[in-house]
């Protein structure tokens, strides 16, 4: 069972910057990727950034040269920096393993960009 933890959200004013930790309770190598996700009220859950055991990394068009996704392999933590952040980056997001056999979900942390 691998457990996920999500911290550094909250609330943010336009512009902001924020960076979101996924501390994994085993090795981030073992698995297939990582990635981050966001969920906004009635919406549907989307992914916003992925990084392959390889380092293949790919974005969401919406964040392409706000976000950057990055880890940590000693400390088992992938993160996600938040730059310029806007009004409709208010979501609920969430860490995922991926593979190699199952996939798992952090518990979400709130991201919240108002003035």
């Known amino acids: 069972q691998v457990q996920l933890v999500e911290s550094g959200g909250g609330l943010v004013q336009p512009g902001g910057s924020l960076r979101l930790s996924c501390a994994a309770s085993?090795?981030?190598?073992?698995?297939?990727?990582m990635g981050w996700y966001r969920q906004a009220p009635g919406k549907q859950r989307e992914l916003v950034a992925s990084?392959?055991?390889?380092?293949?990394?790919n974005y969401v068009d919406s964040v392409k040269g706000r976000f950057y996704i990055s880890r940590d392999n000693a400390k088992n933590t992938v993160y996600l920096q938040m730059n310029s952040l806007k009004p409709e980056d208010t979501a609920v997001y969430y860490c995922?393993?991926?593979?190699?056999?199952?996939?798992?979900w952090g518990q979400g942390t709130q991201v919240t960009v108002s003035s």
């Open positions: 995922k393993s991926m593979g190699p056999r199952l996939d798992y």
């Open positions: 085993g090795s981030i190598f073992s698995f297939n990727a």
């Open positions: 990084i392959t055991r390889e380092g293949r990394i």
